[in-house]
């Protein structure tokens, strides 16, 4: 396997804008949730994302890299992000765009300690399991902290399902870094992903009776949003990164995607906080950041 470089300018610059991306994804879901089913959402566009990247696999003569040593590592991938957006879909019934971008994206903590047990340059120092800790102590808070008087609520499923999402997440990447795919084309691995995505999202939209359509421009605008940004110029622009870079230095930047998600979740949706979701919200990505960002503390005691 070729060896990763630390994070640059380049690579953080890139990071920022596929965190607006990534955050602004559950809102777009969500919203057009009332229109179509958000499993079938995730099914049509992964589906349509899947023809253009084959299309654009053609053209590169990247056609190659589709060969038995690699659809073994391909259908793994394929049916862990297919579990992700599964959780994904299913969770934003019940719970908020904003809850599922608080905990979708403890995905870096789980990857960190998949890259713990496998990789020597990768361990994880106190520092990182004292950030798992407090994560996981935020993800307690957001759960206790509501009480009696939301015992009648399903909320907590949605962020249940969004913690599933965040650990196949954190799966699918240790798949890619641990197989063939990480050093293969990008747009081959995406099309692994994207294919498993709507083979098995179809079946279970079809399973689940979630099969019915509201035609409106929403819906539209959503698909559009989720097909070219979402599932090609994101995705594609993501699996690059991790060809170059170590795996845990882009965490501290995807750092950003929760509070991106969050934001968004309150300004379009008009999204409600409660304060305890806030309390643990503040944990979780405190302890992200302990999690992900080992290097920016390192690179300050040896600037001292």
């Not at 919203?31 to 349509?48: D, K, T, Y």
């Not at 509201?214 to 622009?237: D, E, H, M, N």
Request: charged share 10%.
């Amino acid at each position: 396997m070729a060896e990763r470089k630390e994070i640059d300018a380049g690579a953080t610059a890139l990071m920022v804008v596929l965190c607006a991306i990534w955050g602004m994804q559950q809102v777009a879901i969500k919203a057009a949730a009332p229109l179509m089913a958000p499993v079938l959402q995730v099914a049509i566009r992964s589906g349509v994302a899947a023809v253009v990247i084959a299309g654009l696999v053609l053209v590169r003569g990247e056609a190659g890299a589709l060969r038995s040593d690699t659809w073994r590592a391909g259908i793994i991938v394929g049916l862990l992000f297919a579990m992700e957006f599964l959780f994904v879909g299913e969770g934003l019934r019940f719970t908020s765009a904003s809850h599922m971008a608080i905990f979708l994206y403890t995905a870096p903590i789980f990857a960190a300690l998949g890259l713990h047990l496998r990789l020597p340059e990768e361990r994880m120092t106190a520092l990182q399991w004292c950030g798992t800790g407090v994560a996981f102590a935020g993800i307690v808070v957001s759960f206790a902290g509501r009480g009696a008087a939301n015992a009648g609520s399903t909320v907590w499923i949605g962020d249940l399902l969004g913690i599933a999402a965040g650990a196949s997440w954190g799966a699918t990447t240790l798949a890619v870094r641990f197989s063939i795919l990480s050093d293969t084309p990008a747009t081959v691995t995406l099309l692994y992903q994207l294919l498993g995505a709507f083979v098995l999202l179809t079946i279970s939209a079809l399973f689940l009776g979630q099969t019915g359509v509201t035609v409106a421009p929403l819906l539209g605008v959503s698909l559009a949003f989720q097909i070219v940004l979402v599932s090609l110029v994101s995705f594609l622009a993501w699996f690059s990164l991790l060809r170059i870079y170590l795996a845990s230095r882009l965490g501290v930047l995807a750092f950003m995607t929760p509070l991106f998600g969050v934001s968004f979740g309150v300004l379009i949706l008009g999204e409600r906080l409660d304060p305890s979701f806030v309390i643990g919200a503040l944990f979780v990505l405190g302890g992200i950041l302990l999690v992900a960002g080992r290097d920016l503390f390192g690179r300050r005691r040896l600037a001292r």
